[in-house]
């Protein structure tokens, strides 16, 4: 509401403006957060928390739209009209764009870190990568491990190698992605530390 003629703007509360926390007001005379004594939360499994033959089944699943689609193919430069055109798509015999597989695979690794990698340790690859189906824009991708094979590392103690054979299916539960992944996994009790992540 603007102010009558001849009566001036009413002045701000300085009480409000300490209240604020990005007042410089509420600020003052207080320090910054030492985020050096911040406490480090563990997580994921450890090398010990895995065995041959274990499965497991990932997360909740991730439904792939278009718009995944389009900004992965933009970002990655990926221009095939395959997964960014969809009449062109359908005179291939598919009924809407073909989601990238390299954006199925991703997404099925994502699925998979919470339980096979979140604890840290370098990545060492994917073999044996085999796309089965297409998936398509409203598709959801599931994914689950199974431990194929496990060992402690020689050269760098305090963590073990750690490979798994990674399944993804659709909604429907045709498995659309397999591939096999290994990674370096700390052992029970040893965090990798900065300089051997550099290292590996």
């Not at 389009?70 to 990926?78: D, L, R």
């Not at 060992?151 to 190698?161: E, H, L, M």
């Not at 045709?174 to 370096?184: A, I």
């Amino acid at each position: 509401m603007e102010p009558r003629t001849g009566q001036a703007p009413a002045e701000p509360d300085p009480r409000e403006a300490s209240a604020d926390p990005r007042s410089p007001q509420h600020r003052k005379g207080t320090s910054p957060p030492d985020l050096d004594r911040f406490p480090l939360m563990a997580k994921g499994n450890k090398y010990e928390d895995f065995a041959v033959g274990q499965t497991m089944v990932h997360h909740w699943g991730r439904t792939l739209t278009q718009a995944d689609n389009v900004a992965f193919c933009t970002a990655t430069c990926a221009w095939l009209p395959m997964h960014l055109n969809v009449e062109y798509a359908r005179s291939q015999g598919h009924p809407d764009m073909v989601i990238n597989p390299m954006l199925v695979l991703c997404t099925a690794v994502g699925l998979s870190v919470e339980d096979l990698s979140e604890s840290g340790g370098p990545f060492l690859g994917v073999d044996d990568c085999s796309f089965l189906r297409p998936v398509y824009p409203g598709d959801t991708i599931t994914a689950g491990s199974r431990v194929t094979e496990m060992r402690r590392s020689t050269s760098k103690p305090g963590v073990g190698i750690v490979t798994w054979h990674t399944t993804a299916h659709n909604q429907h539960g045709e498995m659309v992605l397999e591939f096999v992944r290994t990674n370096l996994v700390a052992a029970r009790g040893d965090l990798p530390s900065t300089s051997a992540r550099k290292e590996a």
